[in-house]
């Protein structure tokens, strides 16, 4: 077992591969896909970024990787065959000792990157809705749900989001970060929602359309007012108004370790569609 380089002659067994990568991890990039749009001094370092894995004569397998700070990121490998003891063998022949890896968890990954020694250390948890009825809702006294008015509440909203996802290893949103945000083609006229205690702004939810699904993102009550219903009646009316506009089904994201937003997330109807993990390992 070796590695060797990517070159013209392994091209069609490398492309073979390639097609098939998405069998280990639907999140693997596809490298030919980023090759082709590239220049011919990018595709230069990109042929640097690969190795292949030979075995018995033959290719079987690939790695494509980026080294940054000593730390090698997988942006895509496969073994056909998907067997542990030669994923295990590929990650001990380059010369590397911290990897790190993106993967959309299923039951082969899963086994092998533990076999080898991977650790999650975070992860997004993708889950659905299926929109078929208007949700019944019981209001709350001085609670109202609001667009936000461009060029106007830019400010309010970045305040609110720092105050939703206020963390310690995030940096904080600027409003010219709103500013970009509002120009992106995800954006949905009109998908930019506040909800108001007698005018006091205490939670922000957006509705995007990301790869074709429409999707809520954003989504949060500051903390003062978490715990007292807001966040289900909140969410709840932003089903309605997807309701309204004929959405058929709806997507949201949450850190796999936000319990307390997942329960609330089942509780309103969604259910897990996909679980995507930051792997590390080191040797």
Not at 31 to 58: A, M, N, P, W
């Amino acid at each position: 077992m070796s590695l060797v380089d990517f070159k013209k002659n392994n091209m069609r067994y490398f492309k073979e591969l390639n097609n098939k990568s998405y069998i280990f991890n639907k999140k693997n990039n596809d490298f030919f896909k980023t090759y082709d749009e590239s220049s011919f001094t990018k595709r230069i370092i990109l042929k640097k970024q690969v190795k292949l894995l030979k075995c018995s004569g033959e290719i079987s397998g690939f790695i494509w990787y980026e080294v940054n700070n000593d730390i090698v990121t997988i942006n895509s490998m496969y073994v056909d065959g998907n067997k542990s003891e030669l994923y295990k063998e590929f990650i001990n022949l380059i010369e590397a000792e911290y990897f790190q890896y993106y993967c959309e968890k299923n039951d082969i990954n899963l086994t092998i990157l533990n076999d080898i020694g991977f650790t999650k250390r975070e992860g997004n948890l993708v889950l659905k809705k299926k929109i078929e009825n208007r949700v019944k809702t019981s209001p709350l006294k001085d609670i109202w749900i609001r667009t936000l008015i461009k060029g106007k509440d830019e400010a309010i909203r970045c305040r609110i989001q720092n105050e939703i996802f206020d963390n310690k290893n995030r940096i904080p949103l600027t409003i010219n970060d709103i500013y970009f945000d509002e120009i992106q083609d995800y954006c949905i006229e009109g998908g930019s929602l506040f909800i108001e205690n007698r005018k006091e702004v205490i939670g922000y939810g957006q509705i995007i359309l990301e790869h074709g699904r429409v999707t809520i993102v954003n989504f949060g009550i500051i903390s003062n007012y978490r715990g007292l219903g807001y966040g289900e009646l909140f969410i709840n009316e932003l089903i309605n108004i997807l309701y309204n506009k004929n959405c058929k089904e709806v997507y949201i994201k949450v850190d796999s370790r936000n319990i307390k937003a997942y329960n609330l997330y089942k509780k309103v109807g969604f259910n897990l569609e996909k679980e995507i993990n930051l792997y590390k390992f080191k040797k």
